[in-house]
């Protein structure tokens, strides 16, 4: 075989060798394209496998870590939380609408593939600034294509978070997370076992679409992966409620050994994966496979990404069964092969053989690469950029009003007024609170789910920062009165063959691994999006985090609004921060630098353990974190209805009001109950700082007695409700 | 009372049977390619997305074996309630008139939405004061009802309109007009007042922890007018 | 087998609010456009051969379905 | 002034689910229909007289508003 076709294929001549090595033969072209797909990083993890092991993974509360196409947490009464984060960057990138609904589609299936059905999504967006056109248009289509999807399917969106940064310029990124509930007797998994099984494809039929879609999203987006663009699939969320609905039933009913979705490498990847997961073979025929388009070649047949498609093992004879179900939601189901023992996946055409390999070649015989890495010269050269002595730029007032209309900061209704956020009638926290909230019938209980990552503090400290996003997820299903339970990440990197690029993947995950070590909260799962970009720049590190939270009685929910008058308002934790990667010394300064402040784990651990004690209790009325714009940006966050009265003693103005540094948190409590929570912090060791009182229409802070701040709410309320949908709703609009 | 909720491929039937729940029914599930509704006391065509909301929003649903039998209920005076998706099926088959488009700004809009009660005679509204504003949200994508200038006459000669977009003080001014519906119209009723068709979803808001109760009346309305018939010996 | 192409339109009357945001986008981009309307165009093949027949079928199925004749106007051609 | 008529179709490759479920519920009520796609037809008016300008016009506008290159291909003839 000439180098060109696996060099094109994505494969170097090393893993061409060991493809040789492992067959004990010249693989043919089909086979040589099979190994392409999952060889490559996004089926393989080849770069971040070694890095990967370092995160925790176990607790009592998993009932199923990485390695499924989902994992699982128990939530007692026999009941468990199915979630699941993942990337569709690349396809956004292309085709903003489609490639955010088919990134939902993918994520509903890995759902559901696991015998839940799923009960919400998130969305995290990560786009270049919307002062540019591109930027709009790829912010517009992508909330379209998620609201799309996921609204006609009739599962909520839930939550999500986006910033805006140049560092996404052209390389925007779209991670998706899905969350379900199962019984625990109704856990599916993706392997096939029982020699003579059957091995049917369901669902939509196969087209060309999204061929060698897998590699695509590993390589470096540029004026090539231009000409690929036909690689893009569109999604058909109808079908996919259908499909869910006939795959729930038919799990439930005992018909199914195994299942999996086809996510990338459509039948590639789910084969040879089922196989390998149940150290069998697969043989299918794949003249067999019911398909769109005339004359596809068995190469198209297995490299295709058509959405809407499971592969599924039933028990031998109940075939019927499964045709019959799909029938009466109207989808097909046939049967295309069998399981083996012989650990081979055995491809047929027409009866005849045309590709012969070792599952285990395909799944667990990647290569694994151990990169370099090496700390890039600008960290320590901004971390010592001396900020100290920076003072205020602007009145307060005018800080914050230019902090509320950025529009990382302002409020995202815009976003979420267009997706569905209450079907199925179980959202108590809707999106722009600090975690969505659902309650679980049958139940007294009730579920959080959050996406968090700020990547400027990764970009700054990658350990730190890596650290923080786990922090900042925690703290907001703490806030909402839940505990946090376990994470699912989408590790979102650029090109990792970069030594520098690699340094920041290392380290960011560290900083995850030990977040989640000391908060309890394992991996359950998760994603790895490498290659985010182009030849002009590359996106800041963005591991983004997925938590999903126990809320044990659903009396206990806490909002982040202050609701009445004379709420006693405190801060939980330092009352200052650091200007080190805010919003303010980006925007007004126009810097991104610093070095963040000190990591402190085990007192974060401990203060929001603290918070959920006191709300147990019930002596909370609200609760929110401080995260971007800072304790004044927060308190503006948390005056939709009543005003406040507020002072700050201090002897730097700006940190308090402005800096940022996350672990802190702002409640509320009644006059009653003020003095009870001043003790138990004092007994605990937990830093409390009373701040103030709730009532008026007016945000009014002092520093040190002196009023710096006193501005109506309408006037900065209007600017942190309105500033997206002023920019999104001038002229983009079809 | 026997409720049926008809359930077509990709409408979202359980939010609407979880609600009858909270005050106290059980309706039944009625697969889309049954042929029949007799012994109901009230026929529910859900929200959600039939057919995926292809082509039309409810064009597709119109074709269902069940429809023929809902149209010969309602012809008889039976009680046809549809909610978003579900209104859009009835104007789509000709039970209501009157067509909808995509809403104004051609966004999807889910969010809270108060609306005025311009009847309360009817066996859906009983429960309501003419003229009250209530909160009930909307989420739909095409919900910009749009009528002929000699409909809108009709619908207004016979009283046909029972729920219309208003601002929280209750006026119907473009600004209470969230998706451009002729004269925000959010609910109208057919000329016999036995089939009611709303976009908003007032089995949304049956329970204070999600989201308000202002949906209750609709279903206790219906309740009621039942009890009364049953009083009455009908 | 035969091909019917089908478009179908919004009638005068009815206000088209996807046209009429393409034309404003359209013009404050400069463009000397004074108008868009937005319809749909369908391609429907028939497994029949008689073009009466298949033009009577056409109508039924346009009148049905493919457009709402509420708010929409449509119009075929059949071809071989 | 120019008129436009634009028809907007899904590239061959692309699935097209609004027309298979139309095909669908079509095959169902025994119609002879072997499959439908459903795309897009568009009026434009435009206050341009030459008909060569008014092409580039209109093949700008396609390429940047009306059709989606990724997906879809588009053609139009030109009215006076
Ligand atoms: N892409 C999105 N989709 C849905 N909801 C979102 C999205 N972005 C933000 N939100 C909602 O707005 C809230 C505030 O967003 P953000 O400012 O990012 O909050 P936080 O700093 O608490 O994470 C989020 O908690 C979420 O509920
Ligand atoms: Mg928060």
């Known amino acids: ?734 | 009372m026997k409720i049926g909720i008809i359930r077509f491929p990709g409408s979202g039937e359980g939010d609407c049977l979880e609600a009858w729940r909270v005050v106290g029914e059980e309706p039944v599930l009625i697969w889309h390619q049954e042929t029949s509704v007799e012994g109901f006391d009230l026929i529910v065509l859900p929200g959600g997305f039939s057919y995926g909301d292809y082509l039309r929003a409810g064009a597709l649903a119109c074709f269902s074996p069940i429809m023929s039998a809902v149209l010969r209920f309602a012809q008889r005076g039976g009680l046809v309630w549809g909610i978003g998706n579900g209104f859009q099926i009835l104007t789509e088959g000709g039970l209501l008139p009157g067509a909808f488009l995509c809403n104004a700004q051609l966004r999807f809009l889910c969010s809270p939405q108060y609306l005025r009660v311009e009847r309360n005679d009817l066996a859906f509204t009983n429960q309501y004061r003419t003229g009250q504003v209530i909160q009930i949200p909307i989420n739909h994508g095409e919900g910009n009802y749009s009528i002929s200038d000699d409909g809108y006459r009709q619908l207004e000669e016979n009283n046909q309109i029972v729920l219309r977009y208003v601002t929280p003080e209750g006026e119907m001014s473009a600004n209470g007009n969230p998706n451009g519906s002729r004269a925000n119209i959010a609910g109208i009723v057919n000329r016999e007042g036995n089939v009611f068709g709303m976009m908003p979803h007032p089995e949304r808001v049956m329970e204070e922890i999600i989201g308000g109760v202002d949906g209750q009346g609709m279903f206790l309305s219906i309740l009621k007018h039942r009890e009364r018939r049953t009083q009455h010996g009908a | 087998m035969l091909k019917a192409k089908v478009t179908v339109t919004l009638k005068d009357s009815i206000v088209d609010p996807q046209g009429s945001a393409a034309e404003r986008v359209l013009t404050s981009m400069k463009y000397p456009v004074e108008s868009i309307r937005i319809g749909k165009y369908m391609e429907v093949i028939l497994s029949e051969n008689d073009k009466v027949k298949a033009e009577e079928i056409m109508h039924e199925i346009c009148q049905k379905l493919l457009a709402n004749p509420v708010m929409e106007d449509y119009s075929f051609e059949l071809e071989g």
Not at chain 1, 18 to 30: C, Q
Request: charged residues 20%.
């Open chain 1, 1 to 734: 075989m000439e180098p060109k076709v696996w060099r094109e294929m994505g494969l170097n001549d090393e893993e061409y060798a060991r493809i040789e090595e492992l067959m004990g033969r010249e693989p043919n072209f089909l086979e040589v394209g099979i190994f392409s797909v999952m060889w490559s990083e996004h089926c393989s993890y080849k770069t971040s496998k070694p890095i990967l092991k370092k995160f925790p993974t176990e607790g009592p509360q998993v009932l199923q870590g990485p390695g499924e196409n989902a994992g699982i947490v128990d939530i007692g009464d026999n009941l468990a939380v199915v979630f699941k984060m993942e990337s569709h960057n690349h396809p956004s990138a292309t085709e903003p609408y489609q490639g955010a609904a088919t990134g939902v589609g993918g994520m509903l299936r890995d759902v559901f593939t696991m015998g839940a059905r799923p009960v919400a999504v998130l969305n995290a967006l990560r786009l270049g600034p919307l002062e540019e056109e591109n930027n709009k248009f790829l912010f517009n289509g992508v909330v379209s294509g998620i609201s799309g999807y996921g609204n006609s399917i009739g599962i909520p969106t839930v939550g999500g978070d986006v910033y805006f940064n140049s560092c996404y310029n052209g390389i925007p990124l779209v991670n998706a997370m899905a969350v379900g509930l199962l019984e625990h007797c109704h856990i599916a998994k993706g392997v096939a076992t029982g020699v003579g099984n059957p091995v049917m494809v369901v669902g939509a039929r196969t087209g060309r679409d999204g061929i060698h879609g897998a590699t695509f999203a590993s390589i470096e987006l540029s004026e090539e992966s231009e000409a690929k663009r036909s690689a893009v699939q569109a999604g058909d969320p109808f079908m996919e409620k259908l499909l869910m609905e006939a795959c729930l039933e038919l799990i439930h009913a005992g018909a199914v050994v195994g299942i999996q979705d086809m996510g990338a490498a459509g039948l590639t990847s789910s084969s040879s994966e089922m196989a390998s997961r149940g150290n069998s073979g697969i043989e299918m025929d794949l003249s067999l496979v019911p398909r769109r388009e005339s004359g596809m070649t068995p190469y198209e047949l297995m490299l295709s990404e058509s959405q809407e498609r499971m592969l599924i093992v039933p028990k031998a004879g109940r075939e019927k069964e499964v045709e019959e179900v799909f029938a009466r939601w109207g989808l097909e189901a046939t049967v295309v092969g069998k399981v083996t023992d012989d650990g081979i996946l055995r491809l047929l055409e027409d009866g005849q053989v045309v590709a012969e390999i070792p599952a285990k070649a395909l799944t667990d015989q990647a290569p694994v690469y151990h990169r370099l890495s090496r700390e890039p010269g600008y960290y320590q050269e901004l971390k010592n950029i001396e900020l100290n002595d920076l003072e205020l730029k602007a009145n307060v007032e005018d800080v914050l009003l230019g902090l509320l209309a950025n529009p990382t900061i302002a409020g995202k209704e815009w976003i979420y007024r267009q997706y569905d956020h209450q079907a199925g009638t179980n959202t108590m926290v809707v999106p722009g609170g600090d975690a969505g909230v659902l309650r679980v019938r049958g139940t007294n209980k009730g579920i959080a789910m959050t996406t968090d990552c700020n990547s400027r503090y990764v970009y700054l400290d990658p350990y730190i920062g890596g650290a923080l996003a786990v922090v900042e997820a925690a703290q907001n299903v703490a806030c909402v009165g839940a505990r946090p339970l376990a994470v699912t990440d989408c590790l979102n990197f650029g090109n990792p063959e970069n030594p520098e690029i690699f340094w920041q993947f290392e380290k960011a995950c560290a900083g995850v691994a030990e977040a989640c070590r000391v908060l309890e909260t394992p991996v359950i799962g998760g994603n790895v999006s490498l290659y985010n970009e182009t030849p002009a720049r590359t996106v800041y590190p963005t591991p983004l985090i997925g938590m999903v939270g126990l809320l044990e009685d659903l009396k206990h929910v806490l909002s982040n609004q202050f609701h009445s008058e004379g709420e006693q308002i405190y801060l939980l934790g330092e009352s200052e921060g650091e200007l080190a990667g805010s919003e303010y010394l980006a925007l007004f300064e126009n810097l991104e630098a610093g070095a963040l402040p000190e990591l402190n784990l085990q007192e974060i651990k401990k203060r929001l353990d603290f918070l959920l004690e006191l709300n147990c209790a019930g002596l909370l009325l609200a609760a929110h974190d401080v995260t971007e714009g800072g304790l004044a940006v927060a308190l503006a966050e948390m005056t939709e209805k009543y005003g406040v009265t507020i002072n700050f003693d201090t002897k730097n103005k700006l940190k308090t009001l402005f800096g940022e540094r996350l672990g802190r948190i702002i409640i509320s409590t009644s006059k009653d109950d003020a003095l009870r929570i001043e003790s138990q912090a004092k007994t605990a060791g937990i830093s409390l700082h009373r701040l103030g009182e709730s009532g008026g229409d007016r945000l009014r802070i002092s520093v040190n007695q002196v009023m710096c701040l006193d501005i109506p709410l309408n006037k900065y309320r209007s600017v942190f409700e309105q500033t997206i949908s002023k920019i999104m709703e001038t002229d983009v609009g079809f």
